[in-house]
Every structure is written in C-alpha cells, then in structure tokens.
C-alpha cells in the first residue's frame, strides 16, 4: 500500500507539474501576445502622428489658398451688387478666382492602411477615434464639393459665359493651369458673369469651411498623440 500511495503521489505531483507548465506556457504565450500588441500599437500611433503633421500643414496651404479665391470671388459679387465704383480690370481681376479651387490631398499613408487592415482596432483612445471620425466627415464633404465645383467649371452658368466669350482655362495658362479669358464685349457687371460667379463662390465658401473642420480635427488627433 505505502509503495502504491508513493506512486500515485508521484503521478499526482507529475500532473499537477504538467498542467502548471502548460498554464505558464500560456500566460507567457499571453504576455508575448500583448507586448507584440502594444509595440504594434505605439508604432501606429507614431505613424499617425507623422501623418496628421504633414496633413496638418497641408491644410494650413490649402486654407490660404481657399481665403484668397473666397476673398476675391466675394469681393467681386460685392462690387456688382453694390454697385461699387471699381474699374472693370479689377472687376476682371477678381473675377479670375471664380475659375480657381483650393484642392487638397490628405497625406495619410498609414492612417488609410490602418483601417484597411482593421490595424486601427489597435487605438484605445474614444476621443482619439472621434476626432479621426470628424475628419473623415470634413473630408468627405470636402470631397463632395469639390465634385460639385468640377461640374459647375464646365456647365450650367459657366457654361453660358463661355457662349458669350469668356472662358477660364485659355492657352495662356499660369496658375493651376486657370487663364481668364474675357473679350470686351463681356458685360462684367452683367447677369451672366454674376450668375457664374455666386455658385462657385457659394462652394468655394463650403471648402474653405470643410478645409477649416480638417485642420481642427486634425489639431485636435495630434494633441491626443501627443498626449498617449
């Protein structure tokens, strides 16, 4: 009796060795998992944040650009419509930003690779994830009105002052490929260069305003980076 006891100890004490060995192996297995883990996440946090810094100043040129063509797009409805006593080469001046977009591209390699592979599961951070959300939403309607700006280049009223003369992307081309072209027959004051103005500069107001929502998006994602 006392060798049998003696062994089933022994198999006992094996066992419990076995199922120890094998609870270590996978809390080790675990632990490696969550360290591979958050080494993942830290280098996508960084990558992020290279990201956002280069967008963010993308944006700051876009935004300019954007207060430039609002300026004088508006400037000139303001003159018509007021009837301001201005020369009509600076009529022709200002009328030359209906024909011009503040276009932006977002620099986010990593960020759009991240959501593609899930790899964006990896943040933890709740306000993080709604300030990312919020840009994507600017962009979005960034987007969509520069797709209404493209169509309103080539119909509707620019359509009509292209009819009468006019036209905004002639030979002599200089910047962003826009030359305003505009015979002297034009009526600058006229209902159809006002009708060709106000819609572009109606959406050029709401890309300014999207171009604007980016950049705080895009100051409120690095301050959380910069934060982690």
Do not use: C, K
């Amino acid at each position: 009796m006392s060798r049998d006891s003696g062994r089933w100890g022994f198999l006992i004490v094996e066992a419990v060795l076995i199922v120890a060995s094998i609870l270590l192996a996978f809390a080790i297995d675990a632990w490696w998992d969550d360290q591979e883990r958050e080494a993942q996440r830290l280098e996508l946090l960084s990558a992020l944040e290279a990201d956002f810094y280069q967008t963010a100043e993308d944006l700051d040129s876009a935004i300019v650009e954007g207060e430039r063509l609002v300026r004088r797009s508006g400037g000139y409805l303001e003159a018509v419509r007021r009837d301001l006593t201005v020369s009509r080469d600076s009529l022709v001046s200002l009328f030359d930003a209906v024909g011009g977009v503040a276009f932006f591209e977002p620099t986010l390699p990593s960020y759009r690779t991240a959501l593609a592979t899930g790899a964006i599961d990896l943040i933890r951070s709740p306000s993080l994830v709604r300030s990312l959300g919020e840009f994507d939403l600017a962009f979005g309607l960034y987007e969509l009105h520069l797709g209404i700006s493209a169509q309103l280049f080539y119909l509707g009223p620019n359509q009509d002052f292209r009819m009468i003369g006019g036209s905004f992307d002639g030979p002599r081309g200089e910047r962003m490929g826009v030359s305003l072209v505009v015979p002297d027959s034009v009526d600058m004051r006229g209902p159809i260069a006002e009708a060709t103005a106000e819609p572009t500069y109606t959406v050029q107001r709401n890309m300014l305003e999207n171009l604007h929502a980016m950049r705080a998006a895009a100051s409120n994602v690095l301050a959380e980076l910069a934060s982690r």
